[in-house]
């Protein structure tokens, strides 16, 4: 059985560890910089814009996590849930706290009226592909994802586009408009 609540902050260091956890597991030991500090405040800050729900045996033991945030589709019209990070420890697989947490999230969406339950997945990651596709999950095979970071963010954010004369321009141009 699987208790699905929201998180608290007292859940910020399991949740970290799951962090660590999961970035192992998909051969990324040591890309994780995040800190208690950085996920205290985005999920409890003032204005918190990440959410995370958590998944519980009937002890009260987290078992796994779910951190998502919204995005938004400009073809419907209404938000979505973009999932970030699934993850279950792995002495706990096969006991439904990764079904619970997604029907969780897609029950949450129904309700608030979005359109849309999305995430990503590693193209070799083949359990958690055969998961998602028994849960009715489908592929957006002409799609790929595209990312911009480290240097090369650097390199064409750099060149002032982040500036205030940047943005007095983008200001100028939409008054015009």
């Known amino acids: 059985m699987s208790v699905i609540r929201p998180a608290a902050p007292h859940d910020v260091p399991a949740i ?9 597991y998909e051969k990324e030991p040591d890309a994780v910089r995040n800190t208690p500090e950085m996920l205290t ?4 800050g003032e204005n918190p814009r990440v959410f995370a729900t958590m998944a519980e045996n009937a002890d009260g033991e987290v078992r796994g996590f779910a951190l998502w945030f919204l995005n938004y ?3 419907e019209g209404v938000h979505g849930i973009y999932l970030e990070d699934l993850y279950v420890r792995p002495e706990a697989r096969g006991e ?3 079904k619970a947490l997604l029907q969780h999230l897609a ?9 849309r339950v ?3 997945v590693l193209d070799w990651n083949e359990p958690s592909i055969n ?21 090369a963010l650097e390199a064409f954010g750099g060149s002032g586009a982040g500036s205030d004369d940047f943005r007095a321009g983008v200001r100028e141009e939409a008054t015009r408009g």
């Open 131 to 151: 998961f998602y596709r028994k849960l009715g999950a489908a592929p957006m095979d002409e799609w790929s994802t595209f990312r911009l970071t480290g240097a």
């Open 96 to 98: 439904g706290h990764g």
């Open 41 to 44: 405040g985005v999920l409890f």
């Open 107 to 115: 029950a949450t969406a129904v309700s608030r009226g979005y359109a």
């Open 16 to 24: 970290l560890q799951m962090i660590h956890d999961l970035a192992i």
């Open 118 to 120: 999305e995430w990503s």
């Open 73 to 75: 589709s400009t073809w």
